[in-house]
């Protein structure tokens, strides 16, 4: 008997995270998903399987932390059959760089940037070996924009683009297919839990849902585009933000 591939998505408790895993399960892959609300995503656990049928398993871990990190990294040691790799888990924080202290500086790049490496890192060997996999690293619109108590936030998403496209460029000969999706506003608890999702309905900004942000990043997936931005109007604003005078820049987002 074949066995099952497996995706690993971390972060799956809701938002894009839960959309990934429910994509990769209506596509047959059994699933290791990990998130943080232990209650809440076992009972996503539980209608992902009886909705499609495949194994879920839960990995309770807190991704800043170092015991957390290697429980995720022992699922991987342990899984023959990773064939995907979704880095989702990520937060941001509210407030001026010199208002919060370097330990919560850390702890965000740990989430966003060394567990992201550590896991890929871990997985390559086997996907290298079977010459095949998936790795999506979920990056943000916000990588091109630099604001005022954002810059550890948008940092991080900067390195996961750079790092993504470089990783493409070493593994795309084993038929591995990378990509750091950039997504725009998004209905998800991330940013009903940073406190602007009111506020940016306020100025009519365009919001996406999860699954349109999943949908789109596998048609980029199936196009080997590396780089995914969601979104006809997320797309312009990327490309207005790359043209736009930094100067010009500075004072618009000083001003905001």
């Not at 079977?130 to 108590?149: H, K, Y």
């Not at 997504?183 to 999860?210: A, C, L, N």
Request: with cysteine; aromatic share 8%.
């Amino acid at each position: 008997m074949t066995e099952r591939k497996m995706a690993l998505i971390t972060g799956a408790t809701s938002g894009i995270g839960r959309a990934f895993a429910e994509r990769f399960a209506s596509m047959g892959y059994d699933l290791i998903i990990t998130g943080r609300r232990q209650k809440l995503i076992r009972k996503v656990a539980r209608e992902i399987t009886a909705r499609h049928g495949v194994e879920v398993r839960v990995v309770i871990a807190e991704l800043s932390d170092e015991a957390g990190v290697r429980q995720v990294l022992k699922e991987i040691s342990e899984c023959a059959a990773l064939a995907a790799l979704v880095n989702n888990a990520g937060y941001g924080m509210d407030g001026l760089f010199s208002e919060r202290s370097i330990g919560e500086h850390l702890a965000l790049a740990g989430v966003m940037v060394t567990a992201p490496l550590r896991f890929i890192h871990a997985a390559l060997p086997g996907m290298i070996a079977r010459r095949e996999g998936i790795i999506i690293n979920v990056s943000s619109l916000g990588a091109w924009a630099p604001a005022p108590s954002n810059g550890v936030y948008g940092g991080s998403k900067s390195f996961l683009n750079v790092f993504t496209e470089s990783l493409h460029l070493e593994v795309r000969h084993y038929g591995i297919r990378v990509q750091a999706l950039c997504p725009g506003f998004t209905s998800t608890d991330f940013h009903r839990q940073m406190g602007v999702e009111k506020e940016m309905q306020e100025i009519r900004v365009y919001w996406m849902k999860p699954a349109g942000v999943v949908d789109y990043s596998m048609k980029c997936l199936e196009r080997g585009r590396v780089i995914c931005v969601p979104g006809l109007v997320n797309r312009a604003l990327r490309a207005v933000m790359a043209f736009l005078p930094r100067k010009l820049y500075y004072r618009m987002a000083g001003k905001r």
